[in-house]
Nanobody
Framework: QVQLVESGGGLVQPGGSLRLSCAAS????????MAWYRQAPGKQREWVAR???????NYANSVKGRFTISRNNAKNTMYLQMNSLKPEDTAVYYC??????????WGQGTQVTVSS
């Protein structure tokens, strides 16, 4: 069973940057399309970005042009580079498989707070 551990969150001022990491246990990570999700207080979890096993990427309109998703299959790790952060990006960020039928157990996420 794959286990996911998110890290890299923190408090940043508007316009700042953060790089999130998602470390996955197990060698099957490379076979899966993976994604980042986020959940803001009082809101449902939403999809942020997706990367296929062949490195094709897609982004939610709200983050397009500001966030970049990438992966290193040799390290079983996925990343989310977040630039030009806005207060509305404040949320707990999670990683998981890109499609609900393939979800692994959810990790604890990493908190991102954008505030001056």
């Amino acid at each position: 069973q794959v286990q996911l551990v998110e890290s890299g969150g923190g408090l940043v001022q508007p316009g700042g940057s953060l790089r999130l990491s998602c470390a996955a246990s197990g060698s099957i990570f490379s076979a899966y399309a993976m994604a980042w999700y986020r959940q803001a207080p009082g809101k449902q979890r939403e999809w942020v970005a997706r990367i296929t096993s062949g490195d094709i990427t897609n982004y939610a309109n709200s983050v397009k042009g500001r966030f970049t998703i990438s992966r290193n299959n040799a390290k079983n790790t996925m990343y989310l580079q977040m630039n030009s952060l806005k207060p509305e990006d404040t949320a707990v960020y999670y990683c998981n498989a890109a499609y609900s039928g393939n979800y692994f157990p959810w990790g604890q996420g990493t908190q991102v707070t954008v505030s001056s």
